[in-house]
């Protein structure tokens, strides 16, 4: 089996530590896991990764948050790299692959991961009994399909019923608003605790206004004060009437 090191990279929630931990059960080899966000020098790690990176049994050694790890630290791994064991292979999951040495991806190959798709999660969340997968497909938006959030929403549903309900009554009172929003009643979707982006992507059809929401985002505008000035355009440009 090749064991040149893995780099596996992606965003936030893309499943990265579930594709490692399959991948081991999948190899059937005992997988070691150095915290690098936690131990960013390596100082409390070094010892521990001389040893593993020695052994004899095969391993998967895994760095969770390598590209956290400091310049002298990545320098010690580029080390470890250069003499591991045959029998042992590195998977460094990082964020963004950019901030690792540049000798340090050159000694590895890279497998990038991206978002789920809901088939995805839904394979993910079957291996939960009792789940409502409909309710957790309506509640979770596109932009937001992540194995983190669909774990949080299956603890949520499994073990805390009564703050899922309430979650769920919330999002659907917050659905009701969407067809006659109204710029003169921000303070009270506030006060209900409504967020913005899910009243702001019911807009967006409009070219103007996706322009308008991207230079928001780009200068960090506020994104209540996008959504009043938005609903007041939307108010007050004329509808085009056909000729």
Not at 99 to 107: A, D, M
Request: glycine share 4%.
């Amino acid at each position: 089996m090749d064991h040149t090191p893995l780099i596996i990279t992606g965003p936030p929630g893309c499943g990265k530590s579930y594709w490692i931990q399959k991948y081991a059960e999948q190899v059937r080899k005992q997988l070691f896991v150095c915290p690098c966000r936690k131990d960013r020098t390596l100082r409390d790690g070094r010892q521990k990764l001389h040893i593993w990176a020695r052994r004899t049994e095969p391993s998967i050694l895994w760095l969770e948050g390598a590209d956290d790890l400091t310049p002298e630290a990545q320098a010690f791994l580029r080390r470890i790299l250069e003499t591991h064991a045959s029998d042992v292979l590195f998977i460094l999951e990082c964020r963004d692959a950019g901030r690792l040495q540049e000798p340090i991806r050159s000694r590895c190959k890279i497998k990038k991961l991206f978002h789920p798709t809901w088939s995805e999660l839904e394979q993910y969340l079957s291996t939960f009994r009792n789940l409502n997968l409909s309710e957790i497909q309506a509640y979770l938006k596109k932009n937001e399909y992540s194995y983190r959030r669909a774990q949080q929403c299956a603890d949520l549903q499994l073990h805390h019923a009564d703050s899922w309900k309430r979650i769920i009554q919330h999002h659907q009172e917050e659905q009701k608003k969407i067809g006659h929003l109204a710029a003169q009643d921000l303070i009270q979707y506030m006060k209900a605790g409504y967020h913005p982006e899910t009243f702001i992507h019911s807009l967006l059809s409009d070219e103007q206004i996706l322009k308008d929401y991207g230079v928001c985002m780009e200068g960090s505008g506020s994104l209540w004060a996008f959504l009043g000035s938005a609903l007041d355009k939307v108010a007050t440009t004329p509808q085009k009437v056909e000729e």
